[in-house]
């Protein structure tokens, strides 16, 4: 068993409310790793990985983030602003990048690094887990890992 393996079992077995855990290379729309509690098509799993390379790097990201940034849209496309870049926290290290989809019974939890900015980490989580600290435990394992 490898180590990144190894380190993603370990995460999933401490994420309680988490169903599945995968972990996706959104340029090849491919998943790596999975694990999950009863059944879980691959089928979905490859959407979510869709989905992660949409709202990351397709053109979701390149509206949205000049939004979330503050800067109007008219002004990030006459400038040619790298939308799909994290932004810098407090102390200048750029943070990791979430996307949280709810449903009505889960919610799927996304989450890429700057490191490795491919490689998205795939959660699907009962609706009333603690998202933010499930992301939080989520990107400490994927930053160990790059």
Same mark, same amino acid.
């Given at each position: 068993?490898?180590?990144?393996?190894?380190?993603?079992?370990?995460?999933?077995?401490?994420?309680?409310?988490?169903?599945a855990?995968?972990?996706?290379?959104?340029?090849?729309?491919?998943?790596?790793?999975?694990?999950?509690?009863g059944?879980?098509?691959?089928?979905?799993l490859?959407?979510?990985?869709?989905?992660a390379?949409?709202?990351?790097?397709?053109?979701?990201?390149?509206?949205a !983030? %000049?939004?979330? +940034? $503050?800067? &109007?849209?008219?002004?990030?496309?006459?400038?040619?602003?790298? /939308?799909? @870049?994290? !932004? %810098?926290?407090? +102390? $200048?290290? &750029?943070?990791?990048?979430?996307?949280?989809?709810?449903?009505? /019974?889960? @919610?799927c939890?996304?989450?890429?690094?700057?490191?490795?900015?491919?490689?998205?980490?795939?959660?699907?989580?009962?609706?009333?887990?603690?998202s933010?600290?499930?992301?939080?435990?989520?990107?400490?394992?994927?930053?160990?890992?790059?």
């Amino acid at each position: 068993m490898s180590i990144i393996t190894e380190r993603l079992e370990t995460l999933f077995r401490e994420l309680d409310d988490c169903r599945a855990l995968a972990l996706a290379d959104i340029s090849t729309r491919t998943v790596l790793w999975k694990s999950a509690r009863g059944r879980q098509p691959q089928e979905r799993l490859d959407a979510l990985c869709r989905a992660a390379q949409e709202l990351f790097c397709g053109r979701t990201a390149r509206v949205a !983030a %000049p939004v979330l +940034a $503050g800067t &109007p849209p008219e002004d990030a496309q006459r400038t040619g602003d790298a /939308s799909h @870049q994290a !932004a %810098p926290s407090p +102390a $200048g290290h &750029p943070q990791p990048q979430r996307a949280v989809l709810t449903g009505t /019974s889960e @919610q799927c939890l996304l989450l890429r690094t700057p490191d490795t900015p491919q490689e998205v980490l795939i959660a699907i989580c009962d609706i009333a887990a603690d998202s933010e600290q499930l992301l939080a435990r989520m990107a400490r394992t994927l930053e160990a890992l790059s």
